[in-house]
């Protein structure tokens, strides 16, 4: 027997090495969709982009799926009107926004904005009735909210730059209120399928949606360049498929409070990738938005100490069921 399969610490070892490169694949994925888009006459559109994300997202994770749960992989008939709102809500729409606000925004502001999933799922969630409302957590949210509203309205209004700056730091946020519903509507789906079951046929249900995202769009530029391919290689590698494999691998190492911590290195990692490669700036107001989300989502995330508590921190428990708002950031 594989001695890494039964020992505990190895496995959350793995876990928490599996979780780093899923930050590092997803804190990079703004700036790789930058590099991809480029020029608007040399480079691949936001919908041009989604259309290759959706088409070998849905190959790669269903044929993985496939190799590694075998029968399993199908879903019950009840279960396919669900899974076919999370493919609008959690790949088309999400897609469509993300990429349409990274195009327009900053490589910083998009790693920052994006960190506001779990805020947004817990609001949602209590809203729906599936967790109760917490003082904590509803603080959370609110000053969570006010970073955010930061990083969309500074420097508004001083340069045609900056609208599209505000434009694109709207779509982000709307992406993430978007992804946030698709968690929500994931939850009863993954009390009953394993996760990369569900993201897998998530991807493969969006298929239906590429006739009216490609419709009078190239899928490649006249003259695409080898950076331009390597950039899209790297999108279609790592934050669209082996993100979500390695996501899925952690969870069953380690525990939901810890894989919802790891999102805290993707902000560091687009930040860091936007000021050493496109020379971004962040300024005292980026900087003042970030503290404020990061507290917000700490806030969230983490649970609030005494009651019902064990003696042992939340990183230390044993590998849980899994969690809706505990999946990567798309």
Known sequence: MDRSSTDPGRRRLEGIAALVMVQLCFGLFPLAVKMVHGEEATGLSPRALS?????FGGVSLFTLALVLHGPRIWPARRDL?????????????NQLL?????VRSTVTNAGLLMTLIPVFTYGLAVLVRQEKPRLQRTLGIAVAMVGASLLILRDRGTAELSGRHLV????????CLSYAGYLILAGPLLGRMPPL??????????FLALPLITWGEELLPAEPTASMWAWLTFILLFPTSLAYFLNTYALARVS?????VFIYLQPLVAG????????????????LAAILLFLGIGLVVLRPSGRNRSSAPAWDEPAPQVRS??????
């Open 51 to 55: 259309a290759w994300r959706i088409a």
């Open 81 to 93: 009107s669900r899974l076919a709102l999370c493919a609008f809500f959690g790949v088309v729409v």
């Open 98 to 102: 993300a990429l349409e606000g990274m």
């Open 168 to 175: 694109g730091n709207f779509l982000i946020v709307s992406n």
């Open 197 to 206: 079951v569900v993201i897998a046929w998530v991807f493969v249900l969006s």
């Open 256 to 260: 939901a409070s810890t894989t919802a």
């Open 272 to 287: 860091a990738a936007g000021v050493f490669v496109l020379k971004e700036t962040l300024g005292i107001t980026a900087l």
């Open 325 to 330: 708002s505990d999946e990567p950031v798309a």
